[in-house]
């Protein structure tokens, strides 16, 4: 069996630029997405974005105003907690 391809888009919108660093599927099979965005000031704030099978999402932002927050990697437990 070949790759499978959706037609569906997910928008994560913002005002600053964006990137994604470490993409994975959850034991739902949620698709989890760990990410940032940067402000003009360098200012980096992290990003998970939970997409499910119906292609419902989650998001949260998760900054610091003393501290930059950037995932590099990330994992699912047996228990689907993301660490």
Known sequence: MGPQYLDNEIIFDTKFHSGVKRVLEDNNQDVIIAGFTKDTAYHYSGFLLKIDPDFDTT?????????????????????????
Request: hydrophobic content about 45%.
């Open 59 to 83: 998001s949260v932002l998760i900054e610091n105003d003393t501290a930059d927050i950037l995932f590099t990697d990330m994992l699912v437990t047996p228990e689907n907690n993301y660490f």
